[in-house]
């Protein structure tokens, strides 16, 4: 078993979370998404992003808007619709449970 490969399940298993956090204080287009991810060391290509984004705006968490870009053609602009913050809340609540427990799993003496 390669340690990439789980690593690679691993940052998949969180990208939708993590996509939601980013976009909760305000609208962002692609590039700044992918931007924020990569400064995280969260290894995402476009080619991963946008079914992703896709499948979030089709359950309703997120919408998204066109503006007009001064240095290129219009940017689609993504937001959380209201379901979208209340899904992240929950999320977070989840995540912080599965913290604890991992950080309590693999602090024990084995």
Sequence with gaps: MKIENTKAQMRKGVL??????ILKDEDKYVAEIL??????????????IYPLL???KNSGL??????????GPPRKYYSLTETGKIFLK???????????????????KQ
């Design 35 to 48: 931007e924020t991810l990569k400064g995280a060391k969260m290894l995402v290509v476009e080619g991963t």
């Design 62 to 71: 997120l919408s998204y808007r066109w503006e007009e870009s001064t240095s």
């Design 16 to 21: 939708e979370y993590c996509i939601l956090s």
């Design 90 to 108: 929950e999320l977070n609540t989840t995540w912080e449970e599965l913290q604890n427990a991992v950080t309590i799993v693999t602090s024990q």
């Design 54 to 56: 896709t499948r979030l």
